[in-house]
Every structure is written in C-alpha cells, then in structure tokens.
C-alpha cells in the first residue's frame, strides 16, 4: 500500500524464475519491511532452486569442476557489501550483508570470504550439484567446435532466452538435454523500494559456466552489477558481465536518473552505450532493471527474450523491457 508521502512499496527482478522471489518476499515489504530483506529474501528463493541454471545450487562449475558463488548487497554508497568466489556457501548475497555491516570493508573473495561466513555462522555445504557435475563432465569430454559458423549459430541458439513460465527456472530450456545448454549464463538481480521510499538492491550469481577459475563478472562488484543511490533510484544488470564491466553500468544508469533520466530512459542509454562499445556476438545479451524511489520500474535489453519480475500492490507482473536495442 502507498503513504502519504507517495512511496509505493515494489519489488523488481531480472527474470521471470523471480517472480517466486518477489511473492515470498512481498508480505512482508507490503506491511512496511525493510526492503534489503527483501531483496535478500528474493535471492535466497533463487538460490535454493536446482531448477535456476546460473543462482546457487542450479549454477554450473567453472572449468575446474568447481562451483564458485558471487554476490552484493546496496543500500547506499557508504552501505554495501560484496562476497565472491564462495566454495561452501549457497547465499553469497547473504554473506554480502554480513561484509556491509560487520566490517569496515566493502568486498571478501575466495577461501577467506569462506571463512568469514563460517565465523559468522553461515552454513557450510557442496555446491555442485549431480546434474552439475554430470553436466560438466560431458562438457569437458566433448570435441571443441572448429566450423566457424556451426559455432555462430550454436551461440544464438543458446543466448538466454526466457520462457515467462516462473516455474521453469531454466533459461535454456530447449536444450535441456544437451549440455551446451549451460554454454551461456545470467544471475538474479533484485531491487525494491519500502514504504517510507528506502531503497535496497542485492545480486547474487553462479557466474559463467566453465569459466576459467577465478573469474568474477560484475554482479558483485558494486557499481557494475548492482547500484543504489537513495533518493535518486537503483539500478541492476544481467548478461555477459565483461560488456556491463567495461561501462559501469548500474552506476551509469543512476547517474543518468541523477541527471533527470526516467528509469526506462537510464536504462536504455545504458543499453545503447553498451551496443556502441563492443562488438556484439550471436550469444551476448545484456539487460537493465532501474527502479525509482517512487516504485517506478523500467528495463533495457541488449536483445529480445529478457522479461522483468515486477511486484507492488496492485498484483504481480512479467514484463519485456521498454526498450530493445536489437531483434536479431
């Protein structure tokens, strides 16, 4: 419900596998919550969800066979947290919140941010699934492609693709006995707003399948996967991370909503810089989901097949982004 002072709660995440997210964490950002619970709440749905092929228990290893955990949290320049490359810990946006509030510092990696978790009562478990490992393990038998053009088409074949099905989890679902399917990846990126206008974002990733180890794409780094500004909006992306690192995106898009940017029009820019400084290949795709203090939501995508989670009092919503770039 709003307030008088106009703020609408809302909840938004990348990917319609989030809208299960957002409805568990509705009721209680509805009676007037703290939306980092929120948003934690949302990742944490994700994360314990084999079905989810790149959060948490669902996510692929590296090239090792390892799988490692990346993610943030946000409420403000001076209040957020990072933890990547987590080995025994399924909810890194979580572990996040505990480097924001009970450190000086903003970002753990490897073992250490283990061990941390572990001191602060985090519960330690594998990671790898069977259907990962077993995945994996086609995957390190199999051939290289060498025609370059089977390799083109297999590319746009497996760009993410969301079906709008929440139950689905999966965003390669054609491929679902094929283990290229897992050739791509994406992540979970959450934002909401409170009823008194606070607003909160976390991110929480498996990173790129069989990616070489010790890779970290942007979703945790603050600034690239995840941005909030208070009274100015947030910000979260998804997709290839190398393309949404080379140009600060989540900070992009605030800073244009700082300029008099609508959220739909921040997110586009950020799209647009994007399609302006890389060579884009059949399997890059990249989305925005920007958020006002007043629960305005829009999306920008690289490509078409991205849809946004949306919940606020008047019901929950799939929506394409405002703004595509590109059909192909």
Same mark, same amino acid.
């Given at each position: 419900?709003?307030n008088?002072?106009?703020?609408?709660?809302?909840i938004?995440?990348?990917?319609?596998?989030?809208a299960?997210?957002?409805?568990?964490?509705?009721?209680?950002l509805?009676?007037? /919550?703290?939306?980092?619970d929120?948003?934690?709440e949302?990742?944490?749905?994700?994360?314990?969800?084999?079905?989810?092929?790149?959060?948490?228990?669902?996510?692929?290893?590296?090239?090792?066979?390892?799988?490692?955990?990346?993610?943030?949290?946000?409420?403000?320049?001076?209040?957020?947290?990072s933890a990547?490359?987590?080995r025994?810990?399924?909810?890194?946006?979580?572990?996040?919140?505990?480097?924001?509030?009970?450190?000086?510092?903003v970002?753990?990696?490897?073992?250490?941010?283990?061990?941390?978790?572990?001191?602060?009562?985090?519960?330690? %478990?594998?990671?790898v699934?069977d259907?990962?490992?077993?995945?994996?393990?086609r995957?390190?038998?199999?051939?290289?492609?060498?025609?370059a053009a089977?390799a083109?088409?297999?590319d746009?074949a497996? %760009?993410?693709?969301?079906?709008?099905?929440p139950g689905?989890?999966?965003?390669?679902?054609?491929?679902a006995?094929?283990?290229?399917?897992?050739?791509?990846?994406?992540t979970i990126g959450s934002?909401a707003?409170?009823?008194?206008?606070?607003?909160?974002?976390?991110?929480?990733?498996?990173?790129?399948?069989?990616?070489?180890?010790?890779?970290?794409?942007?979703?945790?780094?603050i600034?690239?996967?995840l941005?909030?500004e208070? /009274?100015?909006?947030?910000?979260?992306?998804?997709g290839?991370?190398?393309?949404i690192?080379?140009?600060?995106?989540?900070?992009?898009?605030?800073?244009?909503?700082?300029?008099g940017?609508?959220?739909?029009?921040?997110?586009r820019?950020?799209?647009?810089?994007i399609g302006?400084s890389?060579?884009?290949?059949?399997?890059h795709?990249?989305?925005f @989901?920007?958020?006002?203090?007043?629960?305005? @939501?829009g999306?920008?995508?690289?490509?078409?097949g991205?849809?946004?989670? @949306? %919940?606020?009092?008047?019901g929950?919503?799939?929506?394409?982004?405002?703004?595509?770039?590109?059909?192909?």
């Amino acid at each position: 419900m709003s307030n008088p002072n106009g703020f609408v709660p809302c909840i938004a995440s990348t990917w319609s596998f989030s809208a299960r997210g957002n409805a568990a964490a509705w009721p209680a950002l509805a009676a007037g /919550g703290d939306p980092l619970d929120a948003v934690l709440e949302a990742c944490r749905v994700a994360e314990e969800d084999p079905a989810v092929d790149s959060v948490g228990f669902g996510g692929l290893p590296d090239a090792a066979g390892r799988v490692t955990l990346d993610g943030c949290v946000m409420r403000s320049p001076a209040e957020c947290g990072s933890a990547c490359g987590l080995r025994r810990h399924l909810h890194p946006a979580r572990v996040a919140r505990l480097v924001m509030e009970r450190t000086p510092h903003v970002m753990l990696v490897g073992e250490a941010a283990d061990e941390f978790a572990d001191l602060h009562g985090e519960p330690s %478990r594998e990671l790898v699934s069977d259907a990962a490992r077993e995945a994996w393990e086609r995957w390190r038998a199999a051939p290289p492609t060498l025609d370059a053009a089977a390799a083109q088409a297999r590319d746009r074949a497996l %760009r993410p693709v969301d079906s709008g099905d929440p139950g689905a989890g999966a965003l390669f679902g054609s491929h679902a006995r094929n283990e290229t399917r897992w050739h791509d990846h994406d992540t979970i990126g959450s934002l909401a707003v409170g009823a008194d206008g606070q607003l909160a974002g976390a991110c929480s990733t498996s990173g790129m399948p069989w990616k070489v180890p010790g890779r970290v794409g942007d979703s945790p780094i603050i600034g690239h996967g995840l941005y909030v500004e208070p /009274g100015v909006g947030a910000a979260t992306a998804t997709g290839t991370g190398e393309l949404i690192m080379g140009v600060c995106g989540a900070f992009l898009a605030v800073e244009e909503m700082r300029r008099g940017a609508t959220p739909l029009e921040a997110a586009r820019t950020v799209v647009e810089r994007i399609g302006r400084s890389y060579r884009i290949e059949p399997h890059h795709q990249t989305a925005f @989901v920007v958020v006002g203090p007043d629960g305005t @939501v829009g999306a920008a995508a690289l490509r078409t097949g991205f849809l946004v989670a @949306v %919940r606020t009092p008047a019901g929950e919503r799939l929506e394409p982004p405002g703004f595509t770039l590109r059909a192909d």
